[in-house]
């Protein structure tokens, strides 16, 4: 990583580079998610000794969604271990989009990819915790660890999804008919409905994004949330998943593991260095942020974090495009 004055000046120049840009729709499938505001756009980037560089709305909260299912993929993974999650969950790209039934069917019932619905359903149902409520404090906790502070559930956000969840608890019995989840599906689409509302900022998702580019140890609070080893196995899940249908063209451009929600966050992580958080929820038709993505390309290359690039110190100094 640059020194921080230098991180400093790119942050704000991808911030004042990309803010303009009004291209995108706001997720309304969601009927609380239609109300965000298209104007806001955050940047956070977290380097792995806990320096925070910030530019925009980094401070403003929003609903987690989807990247959650990174989060709760490790520490299922922590609880479970390698083999039995790649067994049982899988790690691979379905090709099709977030909310897909014909995923499963054309998996034999199997969910395939962890960070997509159904995949991340089946996840849920792993969380350790004798009954739902014991699973989800255990998930609010666990990602507390990695932002390093308590994080909460947005009440308008869990009521607005899961009464207009069918798609997801038709997802959840399905899964069922195959012996592709364990306990009660409805109580694991609750669980997860509770994940998907936890409250974050995109200096949260830097921070949490680092977690996983440091081993394991959350760099502002110095304390373990998970194994290096469950760090490595989470990072290859999300390089080749991590944006929906959309994680070939992402890998190709940006060269990070990363995940994105339909809320409008996205955290990139750059194994060994940091992490970056990005907030702007005007969404292409995969779901993920056009800003988001824009800027996270932006700062890749400024900051020399593409994982495939060989030779770092060809990363643009100047910042520019
Ligand atoms: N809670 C959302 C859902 O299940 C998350 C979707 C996403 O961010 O991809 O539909």
């Not at 069917?105 to 149902?125: C, D, Q, R």
């Not at 593991?257 to 940091?274: E, L, R």
């Amino acid at each position: 990583m640059p020194s921080g004055d230098r991180i400093k000046t790119i942050v704000a120049y991808a911030h004042e580079s990309y803010s303009e840009h009004e291209g995108g729709q706001v997720a309304d499938y969601i009927p609380q998610l239609a109300n965000a505001d298209p104007s806001m756009f955050g940047i956070t980037v977290a380097d792995a000794s806990g320096g925070l560089y910030s530019a925009g709305d980094a401070d403003v909260e929003f609903s987690i969604q989807s990247i959650s299912k990174a989060f709760v993929y490790a520490l299922v993974g922590e609880a479970l271990g390698h083999n039995v999650v790649r067994e049982h969950i899988g790690v691979n790209n379905t090709g099709l989009s977030f909310n897909s039934v014909m995923a499963i069917e054309l998996n034999e019932g199997h969910p395939m990819n962890p960070m997509v619905n159904a995949g991340a359903i089946a996840t849920t149902s792993f969380m350790p915790g004798d009954t739902p409520a014991e699973q989800w404090e255990n998930i609010r906790t666990g990602m507390s660890r990695f932002a390093g502070r308590s994080i909460e559930l947005d009440g308008a956000v869990y009521r607005s999804e899961i009464a207009n969840n069918q798609r997801n608890k038709a997802l959840a019995g399905l899964l069922e008919s195959y012996h592709q989840i364990t306990g009660n599906p409805m109580d694991a689409v609750d669980v997860y409905t509770r994940q998907c509302s936890l409250l974050v900022t995109t200096r949260d998702l830097a921070v949490m994004g680092a977690t996983l580019a440091a081993g394991g140890i959350n760099p502002v609070t110095g304390k373990r949330v998970i194994s290096a080893d469950v760090c490595r196995d989470t990072l290859a899940v999300l390089a080749s998943t991590g944006l929906y249908e959309r994680s070939g063209d992402w890998l190709f451009e940006v060269g990070l593991p990363a995940k994105s929600g339909v809320s409008g966050g996205i955290v990139a992580i750059a194994p060994g260095k940091g992490a970056i958080g990005t907030f702007s929820p005007l969404l292409d038709s995969a779901g993920n942020s056009i800003r988001g993505q824009q800027a996270t390309a932006h700062l890749s290359r400024a900051l020399g974090l593409n994982v495939f690039a060989s030779n770092v110190d060809s990363a643009r100094s100047n910042g520019d495009d």
